[in-house]
């Protein structure tokens, strides 16, 4: 029997108990489909005791891309599948899913456990067990090995990093919905603090983690999408901040954006590198899977609990992930990152300043205890008068750290 741990139901938001009804609404702008959502057994030695759901949309060619969907905490398999949108862009553009579902025997809030070693080391449990969901998913269905994702929301946003990073030779990109970084949590206990106020590491001790991983490993690293509402207390937002610190670091790209970009639902969308890593911030949004119900082709799920009305996240990822078949997409209308308006000879503006005086000043911001550059959005440190910060400022109202 495998430890139950009820600590993480503060990952499900104020409803936690409140666990989704299996297929409860339909997409309406679907037209019928015979195909339907299956569970699959036998698929692996599974030492994770996960159950196992593939969808396969009618007329499905040989080499399709595949999706890994990781349901929250108080969710399961078919109610992260119906209401999050991704049956649209399965059958709109052919490529499987594979659904995990976690049970109440591993987890009595059915959160996946990205917490727990023995869970998130590769070759071992949980992780060890989605692995093997898509090596039947290559066999059974005919998959493409080289264009294989992952996706999911909160703790399966957790679990999509723990993927990531202990799988890079597996997937070939990933979405970290409301998430946490990998290993940022070793135990029940430590998963509290990542959740909120969050964790603060350089970018290298969290590129390290990921590194250490799967050691020596020398081949290319998956792109990341990171999503976060700014207004979820369940997980904090500074956890969006430092999964972008991990993966930047270990895709060998900086911690500034490359460009910016201005998406509706109130969404900022940050690049980073070569569109390697993506940060999308959803202004007022609470702990949930973004999306936007609607027959348009950027429209898609169901609202309900955890699955909130701003942009469909779902559309975003697939472009991102090459879905559509036209390979990788550009970031959408995007904007260089700002550039200095004065003129080239004049000097740059500089500000030294307690972190505190930064805000009040409107050179930066404070979420969660923590200050960020206004514009950038570069982690300064903790918002107190003690911790000093070096600003300079490219453009109206967009400050980088240093000078």
């Known amino acids: 029997m495998r430890r139950s741990s009820s600590i993480l139901t503060r990952l499900a938001g104020a409803a936690a108990g409140v666990v989704l009804a299996a297929a409860a609404v339909l997409i309406a702008a679907l037209p019928a489909q015979a195909a339907t959502l299956t569970q699959v057994t036998g698929f692996g030695s599974n030492p994770g005791n996960l159950a196992m759901y593939a969808y396969r949309p009618d007329g499905l060619p040989a080499n399709a891309p595949a999706v890994v969907l990781l349901h929250g905490c108080a969710q399961n398999a078919s109610g992260y599948f119906t209401n999050s949108g991704w049956q649209k862009y399965a059958d709109l553009w052919k490529f499987a899913l594979i ?58 946003g957790a679990m999509s990093a723990v993927m990531l990073a202990t799988y890079p030779d597996v997937f070939a990109a990933g979405s970290v919905i409301a998430g946490i970084a990998y290993r940022c949590a070793t135990s029940t206990t430590t998963a509290y603090s990542c959740m909120t106020p969050g964790v603060d590491k350089t970018p290298a001790q969290w590129g390290d983690l990921v590194r250490n991983a799967y050691p020596g490993y020398a081949g290319p690293r998956p792109r990341v999408a990171i999503w976060h509402g700014t207004s979820d207390y369940t997980v904090a937002v500074a956890n969006a901040t430092e999964s972008r610190d991990q993966w930047t670091n270990v895709l060998g790209g900086s911690q500034t954006p490359s460009s910016t970009a201005s998406l509706p639902g109130g969404t900022s969308l940050e690049v980073y590198g070569n569109d390697q890593v993506r940060v999308y911030r959803v202004s007022g949004m609470g702990h949930g899977t973004p999306v936007h119900p609607g027959s348009g082709i950027d429209q898609c799920g169901t609202a309900t609990a955890y699955f909130l009305d701003t942009i469909c996240s779902t559309y975003r990822d697939a472009l991102f992930f090459g879905l559509d078949g036209g390979g990788s997409s550009p970031s959408p209308t995007p904007t260089a990152s700002p550039s200095p308006s004065s003129s080239p000879t004049a000097p740059p503006v500089c500000v030294t300043a307690s972190n505190y005086a930064h805000v009040a000043a409107g050179r930066a911001y404070q979420s ?20 000093t910060s070096t600003l300079q400022q490219t453009a109206p109202n967009y400050w980088v750290i240093g000078c």
Not at 104 to 121: I, L, Q, R
Not at 132 to 142: F, S
Not at 368 to 387: D, E, I
Request: charged share 15%; net charge neutral; hydrophobic share 30%.
């Open 99 to 156: 659904v995990p579902q976690q049970s109440s025997a591993n987890n009595s809030s059915t959160c996946f456990n990205w917490f727990e070693t023995g869970d998130t080391t590769r070759g071992q449990g949980e992780a060890l067990s989605i692995k093997q969901m898509v090596d039947y998913a290559k066999t059974n269905y005919g998959t493409d090995a080289s264009r294989v994702y992952v996706s999911g929301l909160s703790a399966g």
């Open 368 to 387: 969660l205890g923590y200050a960020y550059a206004m514009g950038s959005n570069q982690k300064m440190g903790l918002y107190n008068t003690f911790y």
